[in-house]
């Protein structure tokens, strides 16, 4: 699973915890009950008429209106980009005109579109996975006139400059997964892993058994250990954190860890490949991909210290069955 999709999945199966935690006032006013995924919908690129979608888009009912809705649009960004605001911008204007064209196909005058605009308001965010200054910070994006401008308002969360000893101490179970995103110098990496699980424990009864193996996955993909702290993180597990040991030995939670190893171990290789050879094709990632032993993740890691080509490492690009 891509970083972006992972995300995505995090956001739409945690959304009631993420707005808790970052949009505390807004969450006082929703009624969950009253949700709609419209990430289905399609949004196209009209200039250059390209398939374009909004990461996250739901629309959620208020317990005092007005507005009657809120319409929650979340992105998730990898690397800072200078487009960033007028394409959240777009986005938003995108998201408009699309729920405008599902209420009525005539035209709106401007108090009549000021009146709808206030029964339906945005609340954008993105999680970027790059630092900001501050952390969390309020951007806008305005085009037009002084006396009629359009204005796009977002936040922007850069989990890398969070701390994550201090999220830890929310009473939240997304920072389970967030923490792994943020800054934990403070921590080695075995007690830091062993924290992320410890707070997991406390909400294994409240959580659905696909929010736990996402929450495991985060763990185990991106946090990786060299083979030194693999051996201090089991050896804490044993003796000090018996309780973590047998938490992650147990069915409910070996899916997931098991799949986040695996994809752990196919992102090492891809950045290890990718570092000696160049660019990668679609087909030579496609076909690390579809490696699902660890013994041979491991094997190929190996092999880079001594191959001179992807064809000395085996690999051509044809997915093995």
Known sequence: MELDQFMKELAVNFIVYVIGLFFPNWALRLDFAQMKDLNKQLYTDSPEGTERFVDVLLEIGLKDPPPEYLLVHIESQQNKQFDFPTRMLGYYCLIYIREIEGERKDSFSLSEFTTWQNRKRILSFAFCNYPIQGGITQEECKVGLPQSSLLCQY???????LLARKYLQKDNPIVCALAVFMNHDDFSLPEFKVSCYRKLLGYLPTLTTRQINIIVYAIETYLSLNDSEEQIYQQLIRENYPEVNEMITNPLIERGRREGIQEGKQLILLQQLSAKFGGLSESVTQEIRAISSE????ELSLRIL?????????????VKP
Do not use: H, V
């Open 155 to 161: 936040t922007c969360i850069g989990l890398p400059l």
């Open 295 to 298: 013994q041979k993740l491991d």
């Open 306 to 318: 001594t191959a001179d080509s992807l064809d000395e490492m085996g690999l051509n690009g044809q």
